[in-house]
């Protein structure tokens, strides 16, 4: 027997809403990001250790979205408040993430978009990212597989860019590579009190000053 599928939003749709409470308060969406635009993505789980790369090199660039009218909403299907991922982000490389992280344990935010809610990807749940515009128009959509995650962060960048229509920017004269170019753009919001450990990342991979 097939089950039915759910029909998912697509580029050109406005976004679905959603009402949520989160640890930064009440969020309806799209009205989160009314007038600015909005990066909506999944993290999984916090076993997953890819993809918890990949959201720390999101919240990594929260202050270049911020600089761009671009907002961050973070989908987690884990309990926040029992293995809060930010606070994971915090201590070990000193990210200090503003946006508000959805606690989506009974998976319906993830089942209305589509998005990734586990280690085991069965489609339609295959929706890592979607880029939102100030009118609450889906622009963009990441589906999974990926690339590398430096690779998905730089692509990320310019589609971004593309859609806001602004020049791409170049890579910084002493970065050689897009994860020497991760290490050394990032200004990361280290706060007194407190000494990232480097335990996802290699020394002298992140600028932390």
């Not at 580029?11 to 009440?26: M, P, R």
């Not at 909005?38 to 916090?46: E, L």
């Not at 935010?109 to 979607?130: D, E, Q």
């Not at 990320?156 to 004269?173: C, I, K, M, N, T």
């Amino acid at each position: 027997m097939l089950l039915e599928q759910p029909l998912l939003p697509n580029s050109g749709d406005i976004a679905l809403y959603f009402e949520v409470q989160t640890q930064k308060g009440l969020v309806c969406f799209p009205e989160f990001s009314k007038g600015s635009w909005c990066v909506f993505f999944a993290h999984p789980a916090n076993f997953t250790s890819a993809w918890r790369m990949y959201s720390n090199f999101l919240a990594m660039k929260e202050r270049w979205l911020h600089e761009r009218n671009t907002k961050l909403l973070v989908l987690s299907n884990e309990s926040i408040r029992q293995n809060d991922w930010s606070d994971i982000v915090r201590r070990y490389i000193g990210i200090f993430l503003k946006a508000p992280v959805i606690e989506d344990r009974d998976n319906q935010i993830a089942t209305l978009y589509g998005m990734s809610s586990g280690r085991r990807i069965t489609p339609p749940f295959h929706r890592l990212l979607y880029i939102i515009d100030p009118e609450g128009i889906i622009r963009q959509i990441v589906h999974r597989p990926l690339p590398s995650i430096q690779t998905a962060l730089a692509d990320l960048e310019l589609e971004l860019e593309r859609l806001q229509g602004a020049a791409p920017a170049a890579l910084p004269a002493q970065a050689q590579t897009m994860e020497q170019f991760l290490a050394i753009s990032e200004q990361s919001d280290v706060r007194e009190g407190y000494k990232p450990k480097p335990a996802y990342f290699l020394p002298g991979k992140i600028n932390m000053n």
